[in-house]
């Protein structure tokens, strides 16, 4: 089955202590992304891919990294995670960088910064 | 960064009526789409229209786009229990990003 995998779905931490969330998908597409959601302000794109190696800032990248060394895997990184970064994340996948494509959503990691 | 704005925020309605939702925009787009969200999960492509694209159906969806007012619509019609959840538009300016809307929920009661 296609898909795009976040592990964990759910994780409570505290300030400070690094966080990875992990992002697969299984349909060989070249473009990836992360978002947040935060209620009021809908989804905002942190970070994304168009392929191995090369990845771009999105519109709230500040206090997040990511990397793509493999084509399937995109981790979001928090080095110092601190409470503003508690959201609702995204990883979401597209077949290539051309247009006209739809996106295709993990289900979600709620992380909660203590 | 530009957004889509989904008018009305919230929609209660009856098993079988139908709903309709607004997503205005400010510049010129590759391609508007439209997402679901179910409570607590993650999102679901609807329909993508193109720039030079005025309807689209799928099922009992359908989206209209008026890139004169720069804005779109998304019809359900026949609604069901089923199709509670937030709907979201999305824009494509073409620089490789999507621009969400803050989301519009609504409530199909039975």
């Known amino acids: 089955e296609a898909q795009v995998t976040q592990n964990p779905r759910y994780l409570i931490t505290v300030t400070g202590k690094k966080l990875t969330v992990t992002c697969s998908q299984n349909m060989n597409h070249e473009y990836m992304s992360w978002y947040r959601q935060d209620p009021g302000l809908g989804l905002r794109q942190i970070y994304y891919s168009m392929n191995v190696e090369v990845t771009d800032k999105g519109d709230v990248p500040e206090g997040y990294k990511v990397s793509r060394k493999e084509k399937r895997n995109f981790p979001l990184i928090l080095e110092s995670p601190s409470?503003?970064?508690?959201?609702?994340?995204?990883?979401?996948?597209?077949?290539?960088?051309?247009?006209n494509q739809?996106?295709?959503?993990?289900d979600g990691t709620r992380l909660s910064i203590l | 960064s530009q957004q889509g704005e989904e008018d009305p925020q919230a929609l209660s309605i009856q098993e079988g009526e139908n709903a309709t939702m607004n997503c205005s925009y400010k510049t010129s787009i590759n391609n508007l789409q439209w997402y679901r969200q179910?409570?607590?999960?993650?999102?679901?492509h609807l329909i993508l229209i193109r720039s030079n694209e005025r309807e689209k159906h799928s099922g009992r969806l359908r989206v209209t786009l008026d890139t004169s007012k720069k804005s779109s619509s998304l019809l359900i019609t026949a609604s069901r229990a089923a199709d509670?959840?937030?709907?979201?538009?999305?824009?494509d300016y073409g620089n490789n990003r999507l621009a969400f809307g803050k989301g519009n929920q609504?409530?199909?009661?039975?």
């Open chain 1, 83 to 99: 409470p503003n970064q508690t959201s609702l994340y995204f990883c979401a996948s597209r077949r290539d960088r051309a247009g």
């Open chain 1, 102 to 106: 739809p996106q295709h959503f993990g």
């Open chain 2, 38 to 44: 179910n409570s607590g999960r993650g999102l679901v």
């Open chain 2, 84 to 91: 509670t959840a937030s709907y979201f538009c999305a824009t």
């Open chain 2, 106 to 110: 609504v409530v199909v009661i039975p």
